[in-house]
Each structure stands twice: as structure tokens, then as C-alpha cells.
């Protein structure tokens, strides 16, 4: 394989036919490149969808009260399923292998208005119960976050994330420091972790209470508006099996039908990522399915431009088997040629692609749609073996041809 002059005159054949050459190569090319961009892009939406499920306990439950569409027990359509604290108790010792559970409410159920002296900002405001940080995973780098003790005294302290410290207070130590929400004092207790490029690069944190000081600061009486909860199966039978016990106690308070899908909205994080990774799944093989075709039919053109150079070689090769070259001789001759072109063709195409990639990632701002894309090491390996094994491929059947060539016939070759 390392025959100096057999390499010698692999170099003369591609020197002699330089765009030929070229083109065949650049087939090749695109082929790998478009499966590494392809396999990137893909990558890069299932990033974006892990990414956005971060903080989020996959193995949990979202409850929101709904409006009945269904006539139930005597009572009408069209009745506000509104959840409450005794709800949220219900489901507690209502589940077995529930792990955590929390009630969130949300001031006048959006946005609402944080000021530090002549500074202010608008932020979703949830008054929420300590286990909420164990669903939601909040990372606390000063301070800390909401305990039993606030909720137990419905304490006055709110938890604010970087984005609201930057807003509110600029240079200056957020912590102990009192901020009016909507007018109210309220002190500073913790901060967390915030990345601004979730939902939207404009979209603002939201900042914590405790769910009793929301209820009677803001008179919200007993009502929550989702209830959260997670549970130790963590398996999607078992995540169903959950939802539907925590729908039928929801129907036995509220009075109404079970299968009413509108009553409640229900969403459940485990049936949501086996559904997308199934999804995503899908997308990878079809990529893949793309990629090889665009591939194969790079290396079909590689077969046909050996064939053509058999064909215009015929006399050579017919003259070199008279001074004894063997079968296996011109075998290896023409499949060096063809495993060196798209062996040097693919591993350019893999290098441009793999750059791309690195080049998008630093460009392209992360978001919870597309992030970080990027073919792993062993994509990369199976790649240049696919390259090599379709370089062999597309020298075969040349190679088989031309060591059929009778040396007397190819002399006799115009």
C-alpha cells in the first residue's frame, strides 16, 4: 500500500486530470459536509429542547383549574375550576411516592411592577411554597430562597434574580434591602441564577414570595393558581398513572367530569420529554437517511469517474499485465485511487463541516429552539468510516473490471 511508485503514479493519473479530479472529489465533499451540518442542526434543536428543561423536575406534574365543557351531576357547562390550598393538600396525601409539592400564584396573573427608589422594572411576581425550588431548581448564588418560616409568618421577603438586581439596584448589595412590589415593601432575601435567553432574549426573571404573604398581602384568599408536584416513579406508566389519581381527586372536590379535558390543564413533564425525544429521534434518523443518500450519491459519481478512467487506461493497464503485473496489482491500483479521492475529498468535507458548527455556536445567540450545535467524537469516527468503506465501495467494481482486461485485447484497444 505504501509503494513509492505506485503512489508516484497515483499522483501523475490526478495531476493529468486536475478538474476531473476536482469534481469528482467535491461530490464528496458535499456529501459529508451536509451530513455533519445536517447531524449539527439536529443537535442543535435537541439542545435547545434539554436546554429548556434544565431547571425543570422531568418527573413532575402542572396543574391549572380550567372551565368545565361538560354537564356534570346536575351542575352546568361552563364552570371556573378554581384551585385552592385545600387542592393542593388533597393531592398530597391523595398520591403515594409523591416527593414534592407546591402551590404558585401569580400577582394579578402576569406582570407586575418592582421599584428601588427612582428605579423600575416589570416582572412576573409568584408567590410560591419552599418545595417549589426543588421542582423548579432555582440556583441561589447569594442569600436564599424562600423557607418554611416566611411561609409559616407570611413574611414580607421576595427572592429576585441577576436581571432584577441589575435593574433595581446597579452597582449597589441587593441583600436587606426593601423594594416596593406594587407599593409594598418587601426585603431582599436571596438572589438566583437567571439566563436571559430562555424564551426571548427581552424576557425578564421572575421573582419569589411566599404563597401565604401573596394570598393575604394581595388578597388571593386560599386560591393557587398551578400546583406542582413530583413523584418517585419515574417512569411514563407511572407519571399517568399519577395525573389521572391527581385529576380524579381534583373531580371529586370540584364536582365535575373526569374525562372533561377542558376542566383542568394538565401538563406533565415526563410524557413531554419522552414525546419530544421520540420526536427528536425521528428527526436524527431522517437527517442521517439524508446525509447517507447525499453520500452515496457522491460515491456513485466517484465509481462512474473511475470507470471512465479504466476505460481511458485500457492499454496501460493492458501492457503493465504483460510485464507480469498481477490481477491484485491493478485491483490495488485502482482502489488507492478511488479510497485516496474521497478519503482526502471526505476528510475536508468533515474538517469545513465540524467548523461551521464551532463558527455557528459563537455566533448564533443560544435560545431554548436551536443551541450549541455540534457532532460528537464518535459521529465524527463513524464518518471517516463510512468514508473509507464507500471509497472501497466506489473503486470496487472499476477495479474488478479492469483486472478482467485481457493484456492481447486492451494492446488491440484504439
Excluded at 129 to 137: A, G, T
Excluded at 168 to 187: A, C, M, R, S
Excluded at 217 to 230: G, K, P, Q, W, Y
Amino acid at each position: 500500500m505504501f509503494d513509492r511508485e505506485k503512489w508516484a503514479e497515483i499522483f501523475d493519473t490526478i495531476g493529468k486530470n486536475k478538474l476531473r479530479t476536482v469534481l469528482t472529489g467535491f461530490s464528496v465533499f458535499w456529501g459529508i459536509f451536509m451530513l455533519i451540518i445536517l447531524l449539527g442542526g439536529g443537535r442543535g434543536l435537541r439542545n435547545g429542547f434539554e436546554y429548556d428543561f434544565r431547571n425543570t423536575a422531568v418527573n413532575s406534574i402542572n396543574i391549572w383549574g380550567g372551565q368545565t365543557s361538560v354537564p356534570w351531576q346536575g351542575l352546568p357547562v361552563n364552570r371556573d375550576i378554581r384551585l385552592t390550598m385545600q387542592d393542593l393538600e388533597a393531592i398530597r396525601h391523595g398520591i403515594p411516592g409523591l416527593e414534592h409539592i407546591s402551590g404558585e400564584y401569580r400577582l394579578w396573573r402576569g406582570r407586575s411592577q418592582l421599584n428601588y427608589g427612582e428605579n423600575y422594572g416589570n416582572f412576573t411576581i409568584k408567590g410560591i411554597q419552599p418545595e417549589y425550588r426543588m421542582l423548579e431548581q432555582q440556583t441561589v448564588i447569594a442569600g436564599r430562597f424562600i423557607n418554611e418560616v416566611d411561609l409559616a409568618d407570611a413574611r414580607k421577603v421576595i427572592v429576585i434574580a441577576e436581571d432584577a438586581q441589575e435593574s433595581l439596584f446597579k452597582d449597589e448589595d441587593p441583600l436587606h434591602k426593601w423594594l416596593q412590589v406594587n407599593g409594598i415593601p418587601f426585603e431582599v432575601v436571596g438572589i438566583y441564577q437567571f439566563e436571559s435567553g430562555g424564551r426571548g432574549q427581552n424576557q425578564s426573571s421572575s421573582v419569589f414570595i411566599p404563597l401565604t404573604t401573596a394570598q393575604r398581602v394581595f388578597n388571593a384568599h386560599n386560591d393557587v393558581d398551578r400546583i406542582a408536584f413530583s413523584f418517585s416513579e419515574s417512569t411514563l406508566a407511572g407519571s399517568k398513572m399519577a395525573e389521572q389519581r391527581a385529576i380524579g381527586i381534583l373531580a371529586q372536590r370540584h364536582r365535575f367530569d373526569p374525562a372533561d379535558e377542558r376542566a383542568l390543564w394538565v401538563g406533565n413533564n415526563l410524557e413531554n420529554a419522552e414525546t419530544f425525544g421520540q420526536v427528536f429521534n425521528g428527526i436524527s434518523a431522517f437527517l442521517w437517511i439524508i446525509g447517507i443518500g447525499t453520500i452515496i450519491a457522491g460515491i456513485v459519481g466517484v465509481s462512474n469517474i473511475m470507470l471512465i478512467v479504466v476505460k481511458e487506461r485500457t492499454r496501460e493497464i493492458g501492457v503493465r499485465k504483460a510485464l507480469g503485473a498481477t490481477p491484485a496489482n491493478v485491483v490495488g491500483q485502482v482502489l488507492l485511487e478511488a479510497i485516496f479521492v474521497t478519503g482526502l475529498a471526505g476528510y475536508f468535507g468533515l474538517v469545513c463541516g465540524v467548523g461551521l458548527l464551532e463558527w455557528l455556536s459563537g455566533v448564533i445567540p443560544p435560545s431554548e429552539m436551536f443551541r450549541q450545535p455540534e457532532v460528537d467524537l464518535t459521529i465524527a469516527l463513524y464518518a471517516l468510516a463510512l468514508l473509507v468503506a464507500a471509497g472501497t465501495f466506489a473503486g470496487w467494481i472499476p477495479a474488478r473490471r479492469a483486472a478482467a482486461i485481457r493484456p492481447i485485447e486492451a494492446l488491440r484497444d484504439e
